[in-house]
């Protein structure tokens, strides 16, 4: 009997699933092995291959790299291209759409150069194209595609070296679309492709004035920076009616904002879109391409909601729900049903990153250290803040609660006035944590918890402190508390037992995350696993393979983590495909502008000086010199 209670209560890997929401988030890439590990699942025709995450750290350690570890599985981003299309094929078939589907990735969305080849190498099969919003991205664009019938859609504002190169790349064979984004374009393509005798691909930027919720919404309605106004457009038709250029206008293009999270918005953008493109038509433009942007979003905290860091709906519903709307009103106005674009970024890549870290830390209050009795001769402060713990009953938490507060606050002051020392603060910090505790341990006793009170287990978190930068490698959780799935990837066979949030190794106190992942709230503490002693704990941070390697930044001189990219084979094997070595010190030094070769040169000389002045022996200066030359060549993060 006991036995088999004791196989009731034991904690299961479903338990930590449940726990971490994986297979809500995971999107059928990531789920839990029986080890208790996170494993990641490529698709292949003979079915699914799973590698665990710590078999790939293992390999990691291997090979002498050094946490933190952004980690790319290429199968990913080959599997998200894959069911992109498919879908679009699938929805195109079911409802009789006469027209094809022919995506673009945005470059600017990771534009790191093993990324776009990827995206090209994997999206060949289905002529999946690239997005340029700059000359630098069009230079990767023309370079990096794979196939002239691939598309190249050029966004952005536009001069006359951008228009030039996009016209030779038209000449070359390339279907290069110039999206006019400012009446201001018009005029110079028109002189340059003139000039050039070439015939410029012209789409236009619609203004809508459907708008969708989330964090950019403003990218799109009215009040869009970007995209041709209703008159504007009609004076575009005229100015290309005037010079008899009418069928270049071919494309007609919107971009509501990413991360879109309700598709109902989507589907009003696509049907309003649809009708500005039903009147070029009528008006005599040549078209055949409709690109509707980006926004298909990323379920970050698998809730399945409109919430800003989900969605409401499948990739599935996206592409019918499309594609239902587009046939609708072309066919009750005859239209023919153009080639349709979208620009995904988001969806495309942030299942393929993963970025891994060790904890190197925790802090928590250790209860059970207060003396049984107070030192002698305490101020009268501490002697009431001892009274109330004393005094504690279930029936007076909350008066508890405030008297805690209220001497805290008066002890604090009263050392300001130098009338309290240090050791009788540490003594009142420290019963003041005890209270707390055990007013936090009793509310569960309640039946009803004051108001006041909620929300007080939030002093009870431990601060585990990861080995990464929140600024480098997950520059949207602070700028605008994106939330990503982040959980350990091993010792999921047992229970979490603390809760924690997380703190990076910078030293600003925005360098931490404290909002994860919940079904049906922002939860505020992460569960996680004590520290063994002679054992690492490697947490993963996923889905964070959209826009946060470059938007990254060196706060602190942290600079790029190093990066490993994993190949899953058929066969159940893993290949390390790439390595790049992230920044050494030297690296971040040399982007602030400092040269690494006189920072040396001049601490020789001060060790030098210190030999002269007989502060140093010339052996202390050979290993100062050693230690100085060993760090500015090595990695930016802590390293054992
Ligand atoms: C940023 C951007 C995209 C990508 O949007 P996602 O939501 O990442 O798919 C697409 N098109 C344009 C014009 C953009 O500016």
Request: charged residues 25%; aromatic residues 10%; proline residues 3%.
């Amino acid at each position: 009997m006991a036995k088999k209670q004791e196989l009731l209560e034991r904690w299961s890997i479903g338990d930590s699933a449940n726990v971490y929401g994986i297979k809500d988030w995971g999107a059928g890439y990531f789920d839990l092995s029986n080890r208790g590990e996170v494993v990641v699942r490529a698709d292949f025709p003979a079915g699914p291959v799973e590698i665990s995450l710590m078999d790939i750290i293992s390999g990691i350690n291997d090979r002498g790299m050094a946490m933190p570890v952004l980690l790319r599985i290429e199968n990913l981003l080959d599997g998200q291209i894959s069911r992109l299309n498919t879908s679009f094929r699938k929805a195109i078939k079911t409802l009789d759409y006469q027209g094809t589907y022919q995506g673009v990735f945005p470059i600017k969305v990771n534009q790191q150069a093993q990324v776009i080849e990827e995206v090209t190498r994997f999206g060949a099969r289905f002529n999946h194209g690239l997005e340029a919003g700059s000359k630098a991205e069009l230079i990767i664009a023309l370079s990096m595609i794979q196939s002239t019938q691939s598309l190249v859609v050029c966004n952005g504002y536009k001069d006359e070296e951008f228009i030039e190169l996009g016209l030779q790349a038209v000449k070359m064979g390339y279907k290069c679309f110039f999206v006019i984004e400012t009446p201001a374009e018009l005029p110079i393509i028109l002189r340059r492709s003139k000039d050039l005798g070439i015939r410029p691909l012209i789409g236009i930027r619609l203004k809508l004035s459907s708008r969708a919720g989330g964090h950019w919404q403003d990218s799109g309605g009215d009040n869009s920076i970007f995209g041709l106004t209703t008159n504007q457009m009609v004076d575009v038709l005229d100015t290309l009616k005037a010079q008899d250029m009418l069928d270049c206008l071919q494309l007609l293009h919107y971009h509501l904002g990413s991360q879109i999270p309700n598709i109902r918005d989507i589907r009003a953008a696509v049907r309003e879109t649809a009708r500005f493109y039903a009147d070029l038509v009528t008006e005599g433009a040549k078209m055949g391409y409709i690109d509707l942007g980006g926004g298909l979003a990323v379920d970050y905290d698998g809730s399945q909601t409109n919430f800003i860091h989900s969605k409401n709906y499948s990739l599935d519903e996206y592409t019918t729900d499309v594609i239902e709307v587009l046939v609708e009103i072309f066919n009750d106005k005859n239209i023919p049903h153009p080639t349709i674009i979208t620009e995904s970024g988001r969806a495309t890549v942030a299942y393929s990153s993963i970025l891994l870290f060790n904890v190197l830390d925790v802090n928590r209050y250790e209860p059970g250290t207060i003396p049984s009795a107070l030192p002698e001769n305490s101020p009268e402060l501490l002697e009431n803040l001892w009274y109330v713990k004393q005094n504690m009953t279930l029936k007076n938490v909350q008066e508890c609660y405030n008297d805690a507060i209220y001497y805290r606050e008066e002890i604090r002051e009263q050392f300001k006035h130098g009338n309290i020392s240090l050791r009788q603060r540490a003594f009142a910090d420290n019963l003041f944590m005890d209270i707390i505790h055990r007013i936090a341990a009793s509310l569960e006793k309640l039946k009803r918890i004051p108001p006041e009170l909620e929300g007080l287990d939030e002093v009870l978190y431990d601060i585990y402190y990861g080995n990464f930068s929140v600024f480098q490698s997950l520059p949207d959780a602070w700028a605008i508390e994106q939330i990503f799935p982040l959980m350990p990837i091993h010792r999921l066979r047992e229970q979490p037992s603390r809760r924690a949030i997380l703190a990076d190794i910078t030293c600003d106190s925005d360098g931490k995350i404290d909002r994860f992942a919940d079904l049906h709230d922002v939860r505020k503490a992460l569960p996680l696993h004590d520290l063994k002693a002679e054992e690492e704990y490697y947490l993963g941070v996923f889905l964070v393979g959209a826009y946060q390697e470059t938007l990254g930044d060196l706060h602190n001189l942290l600079g790029d983590t190093n990066v490993v990219s994993v190949r899953i084979n058929e066969n159940g094997s893993f290949d390390f495909v790439r390595e790049i070595e992230g920044d050494a010190i030297w690296d971040v030094l040399s982007y602030v502008e400092y040269e690494p070769k006189s920072l040396v040169e001049r601490f020789r000389a001060k060790a030098e000086q210190a030999v002269r002045d007989g502060k140093i022996t010339v052996t202390d200066r050979r290993n100062i010199l050693a230690a100085f030359e060993a760090s500015i060549r090595g990695y930016t993060y802590y390293e054992k």
